[in-house]
């Protein structure tokens, strides 16, 4: 009853589910038969058409293959099924399902005048037959769905059999079919051809042989368009291949609608992988937070409720050696047509902005907090009326009384004093005009109209913005330094003026001292009356040893070596706040006496005194002072001395009475006391300072021992 048409239908039907093996089954008058059955070369099912029977279609079903998919149809006195044989009924697709049972009905509706592909207009895929008449293709027969991807109609491709294959491109792909199938295979490729009107679309394409027709061959061509999908498919690799050049982590997760947890991952880049390493081995891909939990199971419910999250968080590397400070952005996307919603990540690590953005915040509060002024100024010449003031910190604020607002925007040109040389501006200016380094000393004028100078240095700083950069400019107030060293140069020439010789030296190590100052009339002596002490120990080595005579200056007299008279030398040690000699201060003056020769203290006299003093300074108490101080009046003087309590009168005072050859002082010494001093002869005016001199160094040294 099928005719001919029978093997058709089962290419046709093995190429629907995608097989190589289908068979036809009828059933007449109690007995089922094996019809007609196609299969590959050597399969033994080919070999039983017309001797395989059994008492039903199911029977005989079961003995070709009990897992087969068979589609049943009735016919005029006998029923028939379409089977194909190795293909489980789960594994075709529902579109082709219904296909095959169409062409299961049309089976039996066919009749000898009715050919098996009329019902081909009622499917979505192409159906289309080549014949190749003198080698060339044309086409003998075309549906509905493949004359309109043609952009034609059935009947138009009938009047004109050839007019698809004059593209060449097509030609060549219906030639290649043809000696493909000549080879013995049957193909499916995809392939790009071109309408009758010159669009190009993409078809899956598979191609079966038909029954030669004479010496003419003829091909069963079935084509389903594949354009939408190979666009999808083209846009998936040119986006998947954008995501993997991107840095950030990106990921895509599978979400059970049930349970709403993930199960699977869909899709990540090459940055996430990298990201995730140490988890993979763990199951599902993920990344690990600081404290060990899972990013995903950790935020999913909350992704889910609030659609999309966005903060930084803190993730472990890969190989757990460390944390990323990661800007998370994750988005819960449901999905209407499957069994799973999806939830993205996207993870971008910000720990170098953070760390730039911490840098720079702690140099921007640096500059804030800096005694120096920073400026920032734009590269707009002198010539143009620049450069223009963009930035300046707090400290330039105070030092010249504007506040920022006032400034920014404005020349820099209003800030410099016109009291400077004109030779310094002219630099200024030139520097700033080629942009070149600026170190110079400068009078800035104030918002008060004050004059103040400025050490700075302007660097320009180079950049590709269409300023093409700025000047960035860091300075003091030198004021005080200026006027220090004016007032240090007046107080040079004083100290050079005066007739004193004063001499300032550093302590260098034990009992060495360098000179770091001397005055003209030091230099010019060049003798240094406070080292030769020094290496003589005695009152000196006191004082550089015991900070409590830094309270008063040490003086002493030494006479004048080849030349009549003494000198007088005042000593005042300098400590630091933890009682370090810093310096010693030396003055030296030169006594003489307006008496003539006969008025200078003895040279004798002179030593006997002096040594004194050390005896009195270096004594170990009061009495001993006291002591020490009656040997030298009686000595050197021919005096004495007599002590006795007194009253409240004030301390540490000295009258001295030359003219009733006397002197007293009131002192503290466990007691208030009064010493009363007397000499009989007359003495000369530098030996009545050498005395005043001896009586200071007792009244001294009881002070600093107290």
């Known amino acids: 009853m099928l005719g001919d048409n029978s093997q058709a239908a089962l290419r ?11 068979a036809l089954l009828l059933e007449r008058f109690g007995t089922a038969h094996l019809q007609a059955a196609i299969a590959p070369e050597g399969d033994p099912i ?6 395989l029977d059994a008492p039903s279609l199911e029977d005989l079903a079961r003995r070709i293959d009990a897992d087969a998919a068979s589609f049943p149809f009735a016919m005029p006195n006998a029923r028939g ?13 529902e579109r082709a399902r219904m296909q095959l049972e169409l062409l ?8 000898a005048s009715l050919s098996v592909f ?3 207009d009622e499917l979505s895929e192409g159906i289309t037959i080549y014949r190749y008449p003198d080698g060339e293709p044309e086409i003998e027969y075309i549906n509905r769905s493949a004359a309109s991807r043609i952009r034609a109609t059935p009947a138009e491709v009938v009047l004109d059999p050839k007019g698809l294959f004059r593209d060449e491109n097509n030609r060549m792909v219906a030639l290649d079919l043809l000696a493909t199938t000549r080879r013995g295979d049957f193909p499916t490729i995809e392939q790009r051809v071109r309408a009758l009107d010159g669009s190009a679309y993409w078809v ?13 061959q003829r091909l069963l061509v079935i084509t389903s368009d594949i354009t939408g999908l190979r666009t999808s498919t083209e846009r998936e690799s040119i986006l998947a291949s954008c995501i993997d050049a991107e840095t950030d982590a990106i990921a895509v997760y599978h979400i059970e609608k049930r349970s709403m947890k993930a199960s699977s991952l869909a899709y990540c880049n090459q940055a996430f992988c990298a990201l995730a390493e140490a988890a993979e081995s763990q199951g599902l891909p993920s990344v690990k937070l600081s404290t060990g939990d899972d990013l995903l199971a950790q935020n999913l419910a909350e992704i889910i409720a609030e659609q999309s999250i966005q903060r930084e968080i803190s993730l472990l590397s890969s190989d757990g050696s460390h944390t990323l400070t990661i800007e998370c952005n994750a988005r819960y996307l449901p999905n209407n047509i499957g069994e799973t919603d999806f939830v993205t990540l996207s993870l971008r690590d910000v720990s170098s902005r953070i760390a730039a953005e911490r840098e720079r915040r ?14 920032i100024g734009d590269f707009v010449p002198p010539s143009k009326g620049g450069s223009h003031i963009r930035y300046i910190n707090p400290a330039f604020s105070h030092l010249v009384g504007y506040e920022a607002d006032e400034l920014v925007g404005k020349s820099s040109g209003i800030l410099i004093s016109p009291n400077n040389t004109k030779q310094t501006l002219k630099t200024l200016t030139e520097n700033i005009e080629h942009r070149r380094v600026v170190n110079l000393e400068l009078m800035m004028r104030t918002k008060d109209g004050r004059d103040i100078w400025c050490e700075f240095v302007a660097q320009p700083i180079f950049d590709d913005s269409d300023e093409g950069g700025y000047w960035l400019t860091v300075g003091r107030d030198i004021t005080l330094r200026k006027q220090s060293m004016s007032q240090l140069a007046l107080l040079t020439w004083v100290l050079d003026e005066i007739n004193a010789r004063v001499t300032i030296y550093e302590p260098a190590g034990g009992n060495d001292f360098d000179i770091a100052y001397e005055n003209a009339p030091s230099a010019e002596r060049n003798r240094y009356l406070f080292l030769e002490l020094i290496r003589e120990g005695g009152i000196v080595g006191k004082l550089v040893n015991d900070r409590k005579f830094a309270a008063s200056p040490l003086r002493t007299m030494v006479a004048n070596d080849g030349a009549s008279g003494a000198i007088d030398i005042e000593i005042r040690a300098l400590f630091d706040g933890v009682g370090r000699l810093t310096a010693v201060i030396t003055i030296e003056r030169d006594l003489t006496s307006s008496s003539g020769p006969e008025g200078y203290p003895s040279a004798a006299r002179l030593a006997l005194v002096t040594a004194g003093t050390q005896d009195i300074l270096h004594a170990p108490s009061p009495e001993a002072r006291l002591r020490a101080l009656s040997v030298t009046l009686r000595e050197g003087f021919d005096a004495s001395l007599t002590v006795e309590p007194c009253g409240d009168s004030p301390y540490d005072r000295l009258r001295f009475d030359p003219k009733h050859h006397r002197a007293t002082m009131s002192y503290f010494a466990d007691a208030p006391k009064r010493a009363l001093v007397t000499w009989k002869n007359p003495l000369g005016e530098l030996e009545l ?14 002070q600093v021992g107290s």
Not at 46 to 51: E, H, K, P, R, S
Not at 204 to 216: E, Q
């Open 12 to 22: 046709l039907a093995a190429s629907l589910a995608g097989g190589e093996r289908a």
């Open 689 to 702: 300072t050498t005395l005043r001199l001896a009586l200071e160094t007792f009244l001294g040294s009881v």
């Open 204 to 216: 899956h394409l598979r191609a079966l042989p038909l029954a030669s027709n004479g010496d003419t």
């Open 46 to 51: 080919g070999d039983l058409v017309g001797t």
């Open 81 to 93: 099924m379409l089977l194909l044989p190795g293909i489980a009924d789960s594994r075709i697709g």
């Open 104 to 111: 299961a009905i049309s089976m039996a509706e066919s009749t």
């Open 118 to 120: 009329d019902y081909a």
């Open 362 to 375: 702690m140099l921007a509060h640096a500059i804030d907090e800096s005694l120096d002024f920073f400026a």
